[in-house]
T-cell receptor, first 112, second 110 residues
């Protein structure tokens, strides 16, 4: 079983719809992250959380929100999806903030 | 915005050749990481570097933490077809979040 599981793996939806991407982990890590990957731009941080009561904005948080429901679960929401949010989204976890992050297999999101 | 410059953006090489890629920054980092991403999967950690000048190997892969703390290099020796993928560097300052390079896409011709 994967240590960091993202659902769904693929999603196609329409402009204006609300979408939630889910991430769960079995690694017991406190820190969780959401990234967006676009061709030629690498990984950009959307939001991160150091524990259940802690939520921090990353470099591109506009248009997104997150919820840390439990230590093992961190979900990303697009309240009203727009086409330029079409991208590959990754969840990651780490034990401490200076330790390497472990990534899920990604969610490919297409907004028409 | 983007704080790391990763080069080259892509490489086409013959099986058996050695590969070199690097990341540079105008800022000092205290941790450098190198990841590989296969199609349809998330990035997987290859090598972690925590000290300026550190040279670390993982099989045919060798990475170095630059002395200035503003750069890092990854070398792959005797490339094979399964080395194909996108390689990312990541750097961290002040034990805060990581910044990622834009990736080097490696193609290996058998």
């Amino acid at each position: 079983d994967a240590d960091v599981t993202q659902t769904p793996r693929n999603r196609i939806t329409k402009t204006g719809k609300r979408i939630m991407l889910e991430c769960s982990q079995t690694k017991g890590h406190d820190r969780m992250y959401w990234y967006r990957q676009d061709p030629g731009l690498g990984l950009r941080l959307i939001y991160y959380s150091f524990d259940v009561k802690d939520i921090n904005k990353g470099e591109i948080s506009d248009g997104y929100s997150v919820s840390r429901q439990a230590q093992a679960k961190f979900s990303l929401s697009l309240e009203s999806a727009i086409p330029n949010q079409t991208a590959l989204y990754f969840c990651a976890t780490s034990d401490l903030s200076d330790q390497p992050q472990h990534f899920g297999d990604g969610t490919r999101l297409s907004i028409l | 915005g983007q704080q790391l410059n990763q080069s080259p953006q892509s490489m086409f090489i013959q099986e058996g050749e050695d590969v070199s890629m690097n990341c540079t920054s105008s800022s000092i980092f205290n941790t450098w990481l190198w990841y590989k991403q296969d199609p349809g999967e998330g990035p997987v950690l290859l090598i972690a570097l925590y000290k300026a000048g550190e040279l670390t190997s993982n099989g045919r892969l060798t990475a170095q933490f630059g002395i200035t703390r503003k750069d890092s290099f990854l070398n792959i020796s005797a490339s094979i077809p399964s080395d194909v993928g996108i390689y990312f560097c990541a750097g961290q300052r002040n034990f805060n979040k990581f910044y990622f390079g834009s990736g080097t896409k490696l193609n290996v011709k058998p």
